[in-house]
C-alpha cells in the first residue's frame, strides 16, 4: 500500500502537471469508487480546475475552484497513471478525469476511493488522523510526548493512522532499521536515545524514500524514472532471507498480528 512517501511523489508529479488546469471529462467505471451519483459527480468536476494538489497523510487532495475536494485514498493495489489515449496502460481505469489531451488514469481503486467533498466534510475526515512526521511543528520533543502516550509494540505505533500518519508496513519497518531498534520492541522499554535516533531516522528515511520517488513501481507516466526509486534502497522490506546491508547476517521475516515484520536480529536491537 503506498505510504507517505508514494503520495508524496504523486503530489509533486500532479502539482505540475494538472495545478491550474480544468477538467473537460470524466469517466466513471466503477460506480463504488465515487460517493455520489455519478451524473452528479461529472456534473460538479466538469470544467471545474484544479487550484492546488496537497497531501495529508496517505491521502491525495485535488482542491477544486469550486470549493470542492477530491479526497484519493489508493488503498490496496491502488496506483495512477498520467498520459495520452495513445500511452495508457493496457488495463481497466476505475476512473479517469481528462484535462484536454491527457488523461488521469485511476487504476486498481477495489478498496481506494476518489470521493468529492465540500471543506467541512473534508476536515471531519481528516480530523482523526495524527499528525504528519515531516511536518515543521513535529518536533522531537512533540515526538517524545506522543511516545509516552503510548503504550505496545513500536510498530504497531508507528502505523496507527490516528496516532501519526503516513507511515505503513514498508516504512515503519524500514525506520527501525536505520535506528537499529527492533520494531518489536515495547514503547515503555525505549531510552531518551533512542526515542531520538528513532526521530532521526524517521526524517531521514520518509526523506530519503521522496527524493527517490518511493517504492512503488508502476510508472506515472512514459519514460517515468522517478516513481518506485526507493524500491533498490529498501533495506529490510520485502528482504527476508537476503544478507543485511549492516552486518551481512540475512534479514528475518516475521509476523506481528496480521502484519509481516522485516528485520535484521542481530544489528537491530
Ligand atoms: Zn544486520
Not at 495545478?19 to 468536476?45: C, D, F, H, M, Y
Request: proline share 5%; with cysteine.
Amino acid at each position: 500500500m503506498p505510504e507517505l512517501p508514494e503520495m508524496e511523489t504523486y503530489r509533486r508529479l500532479l502539482q505540475e502537471r494538472i495545478g491550474g488546469r480544468s477538467i473537460t471529462a470524466t469517466l466513471v467505471q466503477r460506480e463504488k469508487t465515487i460517493n455520489l451519483p455519478p451524473n452528479e459527480w461529472n456534473r460538479i468536476l466538469l470544467g471545474n480546475r484544479i487550484t492546488l494538489v496537497d497531501r495529508r497523510a496517505k491521502h491525495l487532495l485535488f482542491h477544486l475552484e469550486s470549493s470542492h475536494v477530491l479526497l484519493l485514498h489508493l488503498m490496496l493495489g491502488g496506483f495512477l497513471y498520467y498520459g495520452s489515449t495513445e500511452d495508457k496502460l493496457d488495463r481497466t481505469a476505475q476512473v479517469t478525469i481528462s484535462f484536454d489531451d491527457h488523461i488521469l488514469y485511476f487504476h486498481g481503486l477495489r478498496l481506494g476511493y476518489l470521493h468529492l467533498l465540500t471543506t467541512w466534510q473534508l476536515d471531519e475526515r481528516l480530523d482523526p488522523l495524527g499528525p504528519e512526521p515531516l511536518d515543521p511543528s513535529f518536533t522531537l520533543t512533540r515526538f517524545t510526548e506522543l511516545l509516552t502516550e503510548k503504550r505496545g509494540i513500536l510498530k504497531t505505533a508507528l502505523v496507527d493512522q490516528h496516532w501519526l500518519s503516513g507511515i505503513g508496513n514498508c516504512y515503519s519497518d524500514e525506520i527501525c532499521f536505520d535506528a537499529a531498534i527492533l520494531p518489536t520492541r515495547r514503547i515503555p522499554e525505549l531510552t531518551d536515545e533512542e526515542i531520538k535516533q528513532l526521530f532521526h531516522s524517521m526524517q531521514a528515511v520518509l526523506k530519503e524514500a521522496i527524493q527517490f520517488g518511493g517504492y512503488m513501481e508502476p510508472p506515472f507516466y512514459r519514460d517515468d524514472d522517478l516513481t518506485g526509486g526507493f524500491n533498490d534502497r529498501c533495506r529490510v522490506y520485502d528482504r527476508g532471507g537476503e544478507p543485511c546491508v549492516r552486518c551481512g547476517k540475512l534479514i528475518s521475516k516475521g509476523k506481528l498480528s496480521s502484519r509481516k515484520v522485516f528485520a535484521c536480529t542481530n544489528c537491530q536491537h
